[in-house]
């Protein structure tokens, strides 16, 4: 349901209950509305269901997201006054079996409207075109420097440097959002987690793709390493060869003098091929 | 339409894949053994399915004498094989990756496309060291003259095999590539948010505020 749809009817029925003293069933409705809320936010964040079978009640599953993030990206999604003023009002729902003072309804209220207006970022729909080609840039950034530089795998000298700077911007939006939460800013903080973490475990990041894969830039732009790998197959193959030839000379000594000129073959031009598919296709990436 | 670039490579697979196929019908070692004359005393040729065959219809003793061990290369390994190899012509004719909108479902292809590299690989480096070095079928290519008795023996790798290994520097380029490529791409799929609205339905609890409405309207309206 749209939420103007809601408002509208919601406003309706305040309206009706007023006329009706019905004060019991705008309680029930702002703890459902709340409830609803609260699991959409669960889902969006990607965090686990709020257990309704074990009786996990809405503030504990608010305090729970606030851990979660609190570890993840330093940020509490919920003010602490906002956990206390539900906390307090739902402990008086249940002992009173749905009964709540008007003052606490109008809290339960004002609370579901926050809770709407958080606009919180959907997590499993975090990358979008925009981010998969700052993405990509980031990556072109890192290669520019690794080509001459890299050591190790997936690596470079300036990934520290980068890493320095993610934490920097991270650091400033986690200081903001520990001010007043900002959907947009929240989302950034995420998608800088995210950057950082995959550039510090290259290996485990995977880009997101939302059409085909012919449409996707990052692809366009890698079908050129399919030059490399022929490369490498070839190398690999020479090289296989080789040692084929190596093996047969061990257990065969008396070819030792024939196969020389085989094996020099064999493994100078896959070894060439093999440097380089490293220096043009593999340093860089 | 695929890039220039991985279409020729689609094709460069397809190529290898025939080959490959092709290969099992072909000899894949030869040993002979000729006189000072040129006359054919000996003459065996390994095939990967019909093992060690000799084109003598009448065969003369020494023939025999001389005929190598044989290879025992598994039948389940060919069968294997062949399976991979239609399962990955079946991908590549009827499936296309960079159209798809459900990569997952060419995991499978990847595999068998895999599959059909490794026993490329199996065959071109394995095949001479597990089987023919062992039994001294000299590898690639041997000629050794008696100069005693003026007699030629010629070993040779035959053209099933280095079919094998052509199939195998065909077959890599595209193998690796879209290997590559699924492990660093992943498809969000275009339903996600159909199906968070779906779970959210089970999620939450339901609120009827017609139903309410209508409820204290009616109450009102008897008061």
């Not at chain 1, 609260?38 to 709020?50: E, F, P, S």
């Not at chain 1, 692809?219 to 093996?247: D, E, K, P």
């Not at chain 2, 039948?75 to 990756?97: E, P, R």
């Amino acid at each position: 349901m749209e939420d103007k749809v809601i408002d509208a009817k919601l406003k309706f029925l305040i309206y009706a209950c007023k006329q009706t003293h019905n004060f019991k069933k705008l309680a029930v409705v702002s703890f459902i509305l709340t409830s609803n809320e609260i699991d959409k936010i669960g889902l969006k964040l990607g965090v686990r269901n709020r257990n309704k079978k074990e009786k996990e009640s809405i503030f504990e599953y608010m305090e729970t997201i606030n851990q979660l993030f609190s570890k993840a990206v330093m940020v509490e999604i919920f003010k602490a006054e906002l956990v206390n003023t539900v906390r307090e009002c739902e402990l008086i729902f249940v002992k009173n079996r749905g009964e709540l003072p008007l003052e606490f309804i109008k809290s339960m209220f004002s609370i579901y409207y926050a809770l709407r207006k958080m606009h919180v970022p959907n997590i499993n729909l975090q990358i979008n075109d925009e981010k998969l080609i700052y993405n990509a840039n980031m990556n072109a950034f890192s290669f520019l420097f690794s080509q001459r530089t890299s050591k190790t795998k997936g690596s470079s000298k300036f990934t520290p440097l980068i890493l320095h700077k993610l934490r920097e911007q991270e650091q400033s939006l986690q200081q903001d959002l520990r001010n007043s939460f900002d959907a947009v800013k929240f989302e950034k903080a995420l998608y800088l987690t995210k950057i950082k973490n995959s550039l510090e475990n290259r290996k485990s990041a995977k880009i997101a793709l939302e059409g085909p894969l012919k449409d996707n830039i990052i692809y366009q732009y890698s079908t050129n390493r399919i030059f490399g790998y022929y490369l490498l197959g070839l190398s690999i193959l020479l090289i296989s060869l080789g040692i084929g030839i190596v093996a047969e000379m061990f257990l065969l000594p008396l070819l030792m003098n024939t196969c020389g000129v085989l094996i020099l073959l064999y493994f100078g031009v896959g070894g060439l091929l093999l440097l380089f598919y490293i220096k043009r296709f593999r340093s860089g990436r | 339409m695929m890039s220039r670039i991985t279409l020729l490579f689609k094709i460069f697979f397809i190529c290898g894949i025939f080959i490959s196929f092709t290969s099992f019908f072909l000899d894949w070692y030869i040993f002979q053994v000729n006189t000072a004359t040129d006359e054919l005393l000996v003459s065996w040729r390994y095939n990967i399915i019909a093992g060690w065959t000799t084109p003598f219809i009448e065969d003369s003793g020494i023939n025999q004498l001389l005929r190598p061990y044989a290879l025992s290369i598994p039948l389940a390994v060919n069968l294997i094989f062949m399976g991979a190899i239609v399962l990955s012509l079946y991908g590549l004719i009827f499936k296309d990756i960079e159209n798809t909108d459900e990569m997952k479902s060419f995991i499978k292809f990847n595999y068998s496309n895999l599959g059909v590299l490794i026993f490329n690989g199996f065959y071109g480096f394995v095949f001479p060291v597990m089987y023919l070095i062992p039994n001294t079928l000299y590898f690639p290519t041997f000629t050794i003259t008696q100069l005693d008795s003026g007699v030629i023996s010629y070993y040779s790798i035959g053209i099933g095999y280095i079919l094998q290994l052509i199939a195998f520097s065909l077959n890599f380029p595209y193998v690796a590539f879209y290997m590559d490529t699924m492990m660093k791409f992943e498809k969000r799929t275009h339903t996600l948010e159909n199906k968070m609205e779906n779970v959210l339905e089970h999620l939450q609890e339901p609120l009827d505020l017609d139903k309410l409405i209508a409820q204290e309207t009616l109450q009102l309206e008897g008061e």
